[in-house]
């Protein structure tokens, strides 16, 4: 599955990329980009948003676009050349060389963790994609942090359910600034007269005969018959109890395989 997972972001990135042009990207402090006006090559250049979220160009000075997208920035552009009377048609055409304001942190068990410039519309799972997709390590479980008017939020999202379900529609967009964060997966431990003792991935649904194969299966003095698992109540105090092979297993259970009387 995890596998399949790591397809259908490889697979959503391409076809967002696709979809996603970098008119969609939305200017801010920081970025640099090259302008070329059709025609009139002494009007191209190439600079830097200022901190305030303007540009100098030629004849015309300050220009702000920061929080403009590409395409917006071009027209006003072209709308001011226009109106001050230095070309009649005014074709404006920008290019992002550096995106450094929309820039979203991929964090925890992933292959490439860092941060990625979001150039036009993404979605969480493009992000993934390009950090590598879940690491072995890492989890079915993400946490999104956004931060929107003033206020952070953190949404967790289910990946895998999410994949199986056709639920699409929460792969939410990202913005500059946001966090995405994949947790480790889940683990138990298995202990006593198994080959090799210690702690597994946890699994949806696992079972206790499953957590045991996990483990090597039975040594040769092993036995299924008398297993026991420790885990914490709902206080937090730790319990042991009897279990079965087809008992379900959960996260931090500690099963003790007994030695066989025979």
């Known amino acids: 599955m995890k596998r399949f997972i790591k397809w259908m972001m490889a697979a959503a990135l391409v076809?967002?990329?696709?979809?996603?042009?970098a008119a969609d990207t939305v200017l801010g402090p920081g970025d640099v980009v090259k302008l070329s006006v059709y025609g009139s090559p002494d009007l191209a250049l190439e600079t830097r948003v200022s901190d305030s979220g303007s540009i100098t160009f030629p004849l015309l000075g300050q220009v702000a676009v920061g929080g403009l997208p590409v395409a917006a920035a071009e027209k006003k552009i072209g709308d001011l050349l226009e109106k001050?009377?230095?070309l009649k048609k005014a074709q404006v055409n920008m290019l992002v060389t550096t995106l450094a304001s929309q820039q979203v942190s991929v964090l925890g068990y992933v292959n490439r963790p860092g941060r990625y410039a979001v150039d036009g519309r993404r979605k969480v799972l493009d992000l993934l994609a390009m950090a590598g997709g879940i690491h072995g390590d890492g989890g079915d479980i993400i946490n999104l942090v956004r931060t929107r008017n003033g206020d952070t939020t953190r949404e967790t999202i289910?990946?895998?359910d999410m994949v199986r379900k056709g639920e699409l529609n929460k792969d939410v967009e990202v913005a500059g600034g946001d966090i995405i964060y994949v947790e480790r997966a889940p683990r138990a431990y298995?202990?006593?007269?198994?080959?090799?003792?210690?702690?597994?991935?946890?699994?949806?649904?696992?079972t206790v005969q499953q957590a045991v194969s996990a483990g090597g299966g039975l040594s040769i003095r092993g036995s299924n018959n008398g297993m026991k698992i420790t885990r914490k109540d709902a206080g937090g105090n730790p319990v042991t109890i009897n279990v079965n092979a087809g008992?379900?297993?959960?996260?931090?259970?500690?099963?003790?395989?007994r030695e066989s009387w025979f």
């Open 84 to 86: 001050g009377g230095y």
């Open 15 to 21: 076809l967002t990329m696709g979809v996603a042009g």
């Open 158 to 160: 289910d990946v895998v």
């Open 190 to 206: 298995v202990t006593g007269e198994v080959t090799r003792p210690g702690p597994f991935r946890l699994e949806r649904g696992m």
């Open 247 to 257: 008992d379900p297993v959960q996260v931090d259970d500690v099963i003790v395989v």
